[in-house]
């Protein structure tokens, strides 16, 4: 019942209103608020906490390690394992757990992917670098902000990469583009596109689609997803110089 309920209030909520705003005040091309934070788990090679609005992150990553699974190693190189996961308290709705456990499959692997083109692991032959990510609370980009937190997590932990990996998402309601959709905005069954790009070349790493759009509009809301991307980049950088200078002060004292 409270699920129909629900379907009837996305029914009837007004996306956009007449102002141009959106449900939560903000913006059609503007971000939500994200805070970031290195090395929240000592006992982790490395680690950081990331939120985007009320979507929370947890990311952990042990290694580069000796393979666990010994005849799984690779000669010259590291391998990546990824284990992304919902907190069964994060969506605040209770779930049936095999549709949430192939949709964590496929964003594990998508993560996977994306990291295996940036991390530099020829520097590691015969090794293991783990990446755990935990959603603690979802709000819409849950993706994106776990490819952001694993950024950090890694960063922290020591793992050369060619350049960071930033994400955001856009969309489209009402042939309007608009950027980081929460999950209101998310569950109004308009396009959305995760975006992944490494902001020194502008290269893009992943682009996810769940519908069509014509494409003039692709173009704009991909331009759009990639702007946001550079914009959490900025984020990202600062807090990364903020821990390193802490980090210098810490050891210099």
């Known amino acids: 019942e409270s699920m129909a309920g629900d379907q009837e209030i996305l029914r009837m909520t007004e996306y956009l209103s007449p102002e141009g705003l959106r449900v939560d005040g903000r913006r059609p091309e503007e971000l939500r608020m994200i805070r970031c934070k290195l090395g929240v788990l000592p006992q982790?090679?490395?680690?950081?906490?990331?939120?985007?609005g009320n979507t929370k992150i947890l990311a952990i990553v042990f290694g580069p390690r000796e393979v666990e699974v010994r005849r799984k190693a690779v000669h010259d190189r590291a391998i990546i394992k990824c284990e992304y996961s919902m907190a069964t308290f994060s969506?605040?709705?209770r779930r049936r757990q095999g549709k949430t456990d192939r949709r964590s499959?496929?964003?594990?692997?998508?993560?996977?992917?994306?990291?295996?083109?940036?991390?530099?692991?020829?520097?590691?032959?015969?090794s293991e670098i783990v990446i755990q990510i935990q959603v603690l609370q979802a709000d819409g980009g849950t993706r994106c902000a776990a490819i952001n937190a694993a950024t950090l997590a890694l960063i922290n932990a020591g793992v050369p990469m060619r350049d960071m990996v930033c994400a955001c998402a856009a969309g489209c309601i009402d042939g309007t583009p608009i950027l980081d959709l929460n999950y209101v905005e998310d569950s109004a069954g308009g396009p959305?596109?995760?975006?992944a790009i490494l902001p020194e070349s502008g290269k893009v790493v992943m682009l996810q689609m769940d519908s069509k759009l014509p494409l003039e509009l692709f173009e704009k809301v991909l331009d759009l997803a990639t702007d946001g991307s550079t914009a959490i980049y900025q984020v990202l950088k600062q807090e990364v110089e903020r821990y390193t200078?802490?980090?210098?002060?810490?050891?210099?004292?």
């Open 245 to 253: 200078a802490e980090m210098v002060l810490a050891r210099g004292s």
């Open 192 to 195: 959305d596109m995760p975006v």
């Open 105 to 126: 499959a496929e964003i594990s692997l998508i993560i996977r992917q994306t990291f295996e083109s940036v991390i530099m692991t020829h520097q590691f032959p015969r």
């Open 91 to 93: 969506t605040g709705e």
């Open 44 to 52: 982790a090679d490395g680690s950081a906490y990331y939120q985007q």
